[in-house]
């Protein structure tokens, strides 16, 4: 992202908020893993959204028509030992030369400063009751103020949370945020093509996810958006299976949900493949029962359609197959009232994509669903799952499917991001026999 995109971030939140408003964000703080090493340091999405900034531990402010300045960062100061053992840091200095901020401080000087830019709020917007510890600390702020009332001090008296403006705003994705998700998918939808390439029996599904991530990294994706799945029959109905260490057996299907993060932004995509390269029968009954659920469900993603329509659509197809394939008996309207897929579909149809893979966002305006609207990104992702039960036929035991596409809302309807990963069964097959 460009330093001009953040700055546009900065001022629709600094408009969003009002003169009289102040808003507070915390950077993430780096985990321990074990003993002395930490986990892979990922910056909070909400804060790298709006300063583009890498580093643990700092804060942002943003105080619309302050004199000094809007945009305030405080952050850790260079110290050349430590960046000598755990690498750079942009410093003061860097945070005003590089990232934008009117004016910055180091973090030692954090509760000096911040009860200055506190005085005279009215309206105060931090991520409330995300972190107790961070409450306590923007509480003890603004007692600090409120202890000078005396002096000519005012305290804000009312609190907000951020993520109610923020998350609205992180919900509309840019042209330069769907250029790079636009990317992500290109890449994934690459990874899970070289995976369908080279699968054969015996293969152990990390094998598979070890080639993921070489593609991703060598496309420039290094990270992933979260773990990935690689499910061989029956892990396959397993829905957030992560061990990844099976064998992959012959007449097996093997279920795939993987996506990189590109630049702060996820994708997330999903296919399912038979192990050999050839669909048996039952299997490609499944299948196309849920690539016709997802193909009728991305038709619902449209402006002006509501959230749930997808989900709706996708379930009446499924149902309407199920009792086709003697997996559910009775009449369809009644079936679908009852919930009677849940016992082989009991998650939703798709979910907000963005900077998190389950990305921000309300699904409900007012108590009703909320519609589709231009720059909306989601995901839409019907699946089967019947696992090894007396009650299920036994040609279909085991089999577990999911088609997962990144569906960006357009102006004329949508564009699926992830198309050029092969989902219809021909394709899949001709593409697996070219090995």
């Known amino acids: 992202m460009t330093a001009t995109e953040y700055k546009r971030r900065r001022r629709a939140l600094a408009h969003a908020i009002g003169p009289n408003g102040i808003a507070i964000l915390p950077a993430a703080r780096e985990v321990v893993r074990n003993r002395d090493v930490h986990y892979p340091f990922r910056q909070n999405s909400d804060f790298v959204y709006l300063t583009g900034f890498s580093e643990p531990d700092a804060f942002a402010v943003i105080a619309p028509k302050r004199k000094d300045g809007e945009y305030v960062l405080f952050c850790r100061p260079r110290d050349p030992e430590r960046e000598q053992w755990d690498g750079r840091r942009a410093g003061v200095d860097g945070a005003t030369a590089d990232f934008g901020a009117d004016q910055a401080y180091p973090l030692s000087e954090l509760d000096t400063v911040m009860p200055t830019l506190i005085d005279g709020r009215e309206r105060l917007y931090f991520p409330i009751g995300s972190d107790a510890a961070l409450d306590a600390q923007i509480m003890g702020w603004v007692n600090r103020v409120r202890a000078n009332v005396r002096a000519g001090a005012s305290a804000p008296e009312t609190f907000v949370t951020i993520e109610s403006v923020l998350h609205e705003m992180r919900l509309r994705k840019s042209a330069a945020e769907i250029k790079q998700m636009r ?12 995976l369908m390439q080279i699968c054969e029996p015996g293969m152990n599904e990390s094998r598979l996810e070890a080639e993921f991530h070489h593609v991703c990294a060598a496309s420039g994706a290094r990270d992933q958006a979260y773990s990935p799945i690689v499910g061989g029959g ?18 097996d299907l093997v279920l795939i949900d993987a ?95 963005g900077m998190d893979v389950h990305d921000v966002g309300s699904y409900k305006e007012k108590g009703a669903w909320r519609p589709f609207e231009p720059g909306m990104v989601l995901t839409v992702e019907p699946g089967l799952y019947l696992a090894d039960s007396d009650e299920i ?29 092969p989902k219809e069964p021909d394709a899949i097959e001709s593409l697996m026999a070219d090995n």
């Open 234 to 251: 029956a892990n396959g109905c397993i829905l957030h299976y992560v061990e990844n260490r099976a064998p992959l057996r012959d007449g």
């Open 259 to 353: 996506g990189c993060e590109l630049g702060g932004y996820a994708s997330d995509i999903t296919r399912t493949f038979p192990v050999n390269g050839r669909f048996s029968a039952p299997q490609r009954a499944l299948y196309e029962l849920v690539l016709e659920a997802q193909l009728a469900a991305i038709g619902k993603a449209k402006p002006g359609n509501l959230w749930n329509e997808p989900h709706d659509e996708a379930v009446k197809v499924l149902t309407k197959g199920l009792i086709h394939l003697g997996l559910l008996k009775g009449k369809l309207a009644e079936l679908i009232k009852e919930e009677a897929h849940k016992p082989y579909y009991m998650h939703r149809t798709g979910h907000w994509l």
């Open 393 to 421: 036929p036994e040609p279909y035991r085991q089999i577990g499917i999911r088609i997962e596409d990144d569906v960006l809302i357009t102006e004329s309807g949508n564009e699926i991001l992830s198309a050029a990963a």
């Open 183 to 194: 990317r992500a998918a290109e890449i994934s939808a690459a990874a899970h093509r070289r």
